[in-house]
């Protein structure tokens, strides 16, 4: 027979297996679309990569047909965004089910891409191209394109035009500047 401290320990094992089987649950509802739309590679390397960069297209890219699986036609601009502020919540946008809207099929907008997202795990690398508006998503090598919801195209749009933005720094004061005491 267990005793009174022993059914407290099991009451607790009991809770946390509960509880981590609910979290497990929780994310793969979370993700399920996103792991189909991306494949579970790619998924891994947006939550996971850990070298990631932006690319902006002087032009725009061509998206008829297979628009992905062609080299792109012009050289990218490329930033390191690996720890840049506010990334992580990029990549987590990237991966939930709830940043999308999976009943909307947009066309890609004309003029096309102008943007794309390079995530390298150091094996490979998986390429998000992004709509002119940053309303839409494909990835390279993978026929289809997804629709972002627009709060979630915003944060997208806003967070690589800030990688693009010129780094804003303070001047430096010089003696006269000190206050006088």
């Known amino acids: 027979m267990l005793k009174q401290g022993q059914w407290l320990i099991v009451g607790m094992l009991t809770l946390a297996l509960t509880a981590a089987g609910f979290a497990w649950w929780w994310n793969v509802r979370q993700t399920r679309r996103c792991?189909?739309?991306?494949?579970?590679?790619?998924?891994?390397?947006?939550?996971?990569?850990?070298?990631?960069?932006?690319?902006?297209?002087?032009?725009?890219?061509?998206?008829?047909?297979?628009?992905?699986?062609?080299?792109?036609?012009?050289?990218?601009?490329?930033?390191?965004?690996?720890?840049?502020?506010?990334?992580?919540?990029?990549?987590?946008?990237?991966?939930?089910?709830?940043?999308?809207?999976?009943?909307?099929?947009?066309?890609?907008?004309?003029?096309?891409?102008?943007?794309?997202?390079?995530?390298?795990?150091?094996?490979?690398?998986?390429?998000?191209?992004?709509?002119?508006?940053?309303?839409?998503v494909a990835l390279k090598g993978k026929p289809g394109t997804a629709t972002l919801d627009p709060a979630a195209a915003k944060i997208l749009a806003d967070f690589a035009a800030e990688q693009f933005a010129p780094s804003e720094q303070a001047p430096e004061k010089s003696a006269s500047d000190q206050p006088e005491r």
């Open 35 to 136: 792991l189909q739309f991306w494949g579970p590679e790619a998924a891994l390397r947006i939550a996971n990569a850990p070298k990631s960069e932006v690319l902006r297209f002087d032009e725009p890219q061509d998206v008829t047909e297979s628009p992905l699986s062609a080299e792109p036609s012009s050289e990218p601009l490329v930033v390191d965004i690996s720890h840049a502020r506010g990334f992580s919540n990029v990549r987590r946008l990237m991966v939930q089910d709830r940043s999308f809207d999976w009943a909307t099929e947009r066309p890609v907008p004309t003029p096309g891409w102008t943007l794309a997202l390079r995530f390298d795990d150091g094996q490979a690398a998986s390429v998000v191209f992004l709509a002119t508006d940053g309303s839409v």
